[in-house]
């Protein structure tokens, strides 16, 4: 399984951006598929997450701002960030978990090589 994860970049503070993410290898539809980031200098962190049954979760930092998507025909997982704060700078990966949806970011198990978003003030 290879994820690849793209549409990151530059963007000033109130902008928005969607990021990308596609699977070879395997399809999202019967997994959880997510979301995660890792700010300069700290660990990975969830960001959100959409389960097999369309469930989504999501940080408490980005709700309302972040949309996660799936578009399971394109076999593509979306993350639609609005209102980007520089907060949200970050490295941002694309997961799959084969069990289900969890926070912890040591269990899932295929990654994304990530993409970089970077919010200026």
């Known amino acids: 399984v290879q994820l690849q994860a793209f549409g990151g970049g530059l963007v000033q503070a109130g902008g928005s951006l969607r990021l990308s993410c596609t699977a070879s290898?395997?399809?999202?539809?019967?997994?959880?598929v997510g979301w995660f980031r890792q700010p300069p200098g700290k660990e990975r962190e969830f960001v959100s997450a959409?389960?097999?049954?369309?469930?989504?979760f999501y940080a408490d930092s980005v709700k309302g701002r972040f949309t996660i998507s799936r578009d399971n025909a394109k076999n593509t997982l979306y993350l639609q960030m609005n209102s980007l704060k520089p907060e949200d700078t970050a490295l941002y990966y694309c997961?799959?978990?084969?069990?289900?949806?969890?926070?912890?970011?040591?269990?899932?198990?295929?990654w994304g090589q990530g993409t970089q978003v970077t919010v200026s003030s």
């Open positions: 290898g395997s399809t999202f539809r019967s997994y959880a």
């Open positions: 959409i389960r097999w049954n369309g469930y989504t």
């Open positions: 997961a799959r978990r084969s069990a289900d949806f969890t926070r912890r970011t040591a269990v899932w198990d295929y």
